[in-house]
């Protein structure tokens, strides 16, 4: 059911932590904390707040009382005010600015690219340091004026705001370590380096679900670039070629990479995709969530030299040489049939007789016996029979038990088994 529009923070705050909805419950670990009555404030004895604050889908347009805000949010660490109708940064920072200490901001979805961002509204985000703007449309003005004002964030969300272009301001932030900026349209690897170049010490870089087409640039420039990145996702991204992923060994410091879902890729079994990749990123201990343990990527690597062993000189990618320096040439590996024998020839003795004769293996001593019985011309109580295995040091093996199958005895061609009548 749809909220009612032009709800004020405060409003909403009151309805949802009342005691009839939010009961106050007493006990170790609750985190639950009720504020002081302050003179003239009815509400205040009757609100338990818990430090996180979860807002979400209230139709909340406007901040509301702002002494109010102050007088039950001073402890309040977390706000989540996503998929709401704040179009008014002035509203967002009257909120904000009553929360002391805040660092933890939720603005998704809301249309706050209505209005424009003035430095003073950013100043009330100053100790915030983890900002979600996904689908808030925010334009890069309003981010470079939040990255101007928040000194100490270090994760920023940017997703689903329709970016394809990246806007570098003249300053960079040095606190960010996390960027996702996943879902937009980025598509070329000129706007890519721009984040480089804003976010000097990012450690992680999620680039999903953008159009990412090649990663164009020389590997010294790459070290530069993102000289602290240690994990980059590129799901489902636009990558074509091979030495796109040979790119990634520039990071100096990259540990973690997520490829799932890219062009270059489909065309490999699962198998090859994993081991073709590991082998040639030898620095990433982290593969699409999986730890590349090192018997992995041992496996990877002789993988890798036998997958280009035979390939024209010319197309072999340089990891196969270094490779090559680290194992050797390596020989393909031979096939092997693992399923079962079905079937075996073996020669039945009787009397001074020999008869080659092929015998189902996944039948019973008792159902060969049947069908031994037309030509050793004995009834099958009367039979006794021996397998014979030329490799065997023992001598002979009796086949005494009738239920027993034939495969069980590791029975091969050119195997022997002997027919001998009973001794009354």
Known sequence: ???????????????????????YRRGPGMGVHVPATPQGSPMKDRLNLPSVLVLNSCGIT??????EIAAFCA??????????????????SKIVSNVPQLQFLNLSSNPLNLSVLERTCAGSFSGVRKLVLNNSKASWETVHTILQELPDLEELFLC????ETVSCPSICCHSLKLLHITDNNLQDWTEIRKLGVMFPSLDTLVLANNHLNAIEEPDDSLARLFPNLRSISLHKSGLQSWEDIDKLNSFPKLEEVRLLGIPLLQPYTTEERRKLVIARLPSVSKLNGSVVTDGEREDSERFFIRYYVDVPQEEVPFRYHELITKYGKLEPLA???????SSAKVEVHFNDQVEEMSIRLDQTVAELKKQLKTLVQLPTSNMLLYYF????PFGPEEMKYSSRALHSFGIRDGDKIYVEPKTK
Do not use: I, T
């Open 1 to 23: 059911m749809d909220q009612p529009s032009g709800r004020s923070f405060m409003q909403v705050l009151c309805e949802k932590y009342s005691p009839e909805n939010f009961p």
């Open 62 to 67: 406007c901040a509301g009382d702002e002494k």
């Open 75 to 92: 402890h309040v660490s977390e706000l989540d005010l996503s998929d709401n109708k704040l179009e008014d940064w002035h509203e967002v």
């Open 160 to 163: 689903l705001n329709d970016y």
């Open 335 to 341: 096939e092997v049939d693992l399923r079962p024998q």
């Open 389 to 392: 295995d030329h490799e065997a």
